[in-house]
């Protein structure tokens, strides 16, 4: 049983003993503050998970031409050491980076195993909104079969967390954790190492799909295109994912094990209470 | 006093007058909801205390083509100004599920480098119509009484986008912002500063210097602030709250039953906090 009095609140166990708090430390326990986050340009959001364990960091990629290495056609080694690449001016539309993370003390601890890549053709302006699947290798297809598998998985094989930490403060340390995703997005080299790690890439899908614009099933004739006009890709169908900005973040914090909200029931209230005693 | 037992609140008047509500309602309605905003390029902070939020906007550096009136002449004078990097605190207020902003609110600080951390340093900007207010005790609060921000709001349903159109008509209005003497303090204390820097208070130099080089502005010496960022947004988001946030007390929790409870006998549900 809890009884409020006084601006105390007093729960009182079944066996007896009691604890007590002030009302409005009682308000602030049942819902703790978020870190006060600056937020490097285009981060378009970071949310909590209900239960405040996880944050989802949302990062906005502008459309336009990218200086990428890609895969040799004759490449000798299909990813890793030995893998050649060639130099392409390619054109993207907006990349949606989803960037979890949890915060221990003062430090973020990226969640790196379920870090995903997206595609979009207009700006993200709404929770709402759709997300696309991207035609990037490197952004890993792990099938239908597996629902516990991020949906883009994004390879960060390389992101030195080290460096992360070299930041003092949360702020700069989601600075430079959006800096080095974009870097192992962009800038590492597109081989078929999803491909033979955990199925598929999602280019590797787009090239199988019926649907995709055959400007992109060509790597040649992509850069070609890009030249003529770099925002043709505004213009391109990209497969659904069948899931909102809102809902992606919601199954990333499932993913990893947040729990959906406290759910206010007696037991849950007086713990609040108890928990505070100390 | 007020009880809960079995997820259920419960309140009694000293007339007698008993009244009931889920602990789970009582709770949601003195707790912060979870604000699903998604953010313009841009806003570097998103701080949200109780029902208040304080949005922080940041304007790149770069030449204004504002209007200045000089001090004797009637007429107002465009001009092409180059400022450092501008910061607008814009709060907001959470009421029925809506975000509705409070332009009497905002404030204007200036900063030679982009913001990272949340205790940052801020600086007064060198500009009219800017300045410590008294009746509402900011530091730095800019007038926006050009703006009819709440009629130009209003109809807007979702909140990103309401939040998206305050900061354009923000970011407009200041780009294009007509200068006057109404309002002089933050103006009046750079040029009588010691530090002042030459090429600022002489508007004819600071025009020159802007067409010459409009980063300059970053090489200026401003006015410190009292407050850094944190300590600024902690202090105006309070003030919002000691005039508009009732503080949580048992008294209030008891008013919120006897006034919305229901008779004793509905069931208990077990709604989500967020």
């Given amino acids: ?278 | 006093m007020i009880t809960i037992t079995k997820g259920i609140a419960r309140a009694e008047t000293l007339e007698g007058c008993k009244r009931s509500m889920p602990a789970a309602k009582l709770i949601s309605k003195i707790t912060p909801p979870q604000l699903d905003l998604v953010l313009p390029t841009g806003v570097k902070m998103l701080v949200q205390k109780h029902d208040q939020l304080m949005v922080v906007y940041e304007i790149k550096p770069g030449a204004h083509r504002v209007k200045w009136q000089d001090v004797d002449v009637a007429n107002a004078k465009r001009r092409t100004l180059a400022m450092p990097y501008v910061l607008l605190l814009i709060p907001f207020a959470y009421v029925d599920g809506k975000i509705l902003p409070y332009p009497v609110f905002v404030e204007c600080y200036y900063r030679n480098e982009p913001l990272m951390e949340a205790d940052d340093k801020l600086f007064f900007p060198a500009l009219l119509n800017t300045g410590y207010w008294s009746g509402l005790t900011l530091d730095s609060w800019i007038c926006t009484t050009g703006i009819d921000i709440l009629a130009k709001t209003n109809y807007i349903q979702d909140n990103t986008r309401r939040l998206w159109k305050t900061i354009a008509l923000l970011r407009d209005y200041f780009s294009a912002a007509t200068f006057n003497w109404e309002w002089k303090y933050n103006w009046q204390s750079y040029i009588n500063w010691d530090k002042a820097d030459p090429r600022i208070t002489n508007l004819d130099t600071w025009e020159k210097e802007t067409a010459n080089d409009p980063s300059f502005v970053l090489g200026v010496e401003w006015m410190p602030a009292k407050r850094n960022l944190k300590e600024t947004i902690n202090s105006t988001l309070d003030k919002i709250n000691s005039k508009l946030r009732p503080k949580i007390t048992s008294d209030y929790l008891h008013s919120i039953i006897i006034n919305q409870g229901n008779h004793e006998n509905i069931q208990a549900k077990v709604p989500v906090l967020w």
């Fill in chain 1, 1 to 278: 049983m809890i009884t409020i009095t006084d601006n105390k609140i007093t729960a009182q166990s079944k066996e007896g003993s009691k604890a007590s708090m002030p009302v409005e430390k009682f308000v602030s326990a049942l819902c703790p503050p978020t870190p006060d986050f600056v937020l490097p340009d285009k981060v378009k959001f970071v949310k909590s998970s209900p239960d405040r364990r996880f944050y989802i960091a949302v990062w906005e990629i502008d459309p336009g031409v990218h200086s990428i290495r890609w895969i040799s056609e004759d490449s000798p080694q299909q990813y890793g050491p030995g893998t050649e690449y060639d130099k392409r001016e390619l054109a993207l539309p907006y990349i949606i980076l989803t960037m979890p993370f949890a915060i221990q003390g003062d430090r973020i601890v990226p969640q790196t195993s379920n870090f995903e890549c997206f595609y979009r053709n207009e700006p993200l302006i709404a929770m709402d909104q759709e997300l696309y699947y991207p035609a990037l290798l490197n952004c890993s297809k792990f099938g239908d079969a597996n629902p516990r598998a991020p949906l883009s998985w994004l390879c960060t094989q390389y992101l030195n967390a080290a460096a992360i930490y070299k930041e003092k403060g949360v702020s700069r340390q989601l600075w430079r954790m959006t800096k080095l995703t974009r870097w192992c997005l962009l800038e590492s080299g597109f081989n078929y190492s999803s491909e033979h790690h955990e199925g598929n890439s999602h280019y590797s899908d787009y090239v199988d799909w019926s649907g995709a614009d055959a400007c992109i099933k060509d790597v040649d004739k992509w850069q070609k295109e890009s030249k003529k006009n770099p925002l043709f890709v505004l213009d391109l169908p990209w497969k659904h994912t069948q899931h909102t900005m809102g809902q992606l973040a919601e199954r990333t914090f499932k993913l990893l094990g947040a729990a959906n909200g406290h759910t206010l029931d007696q037991a849950y209230l007086e713990r609040v209470v108890f928990n505070a005693k100390g």
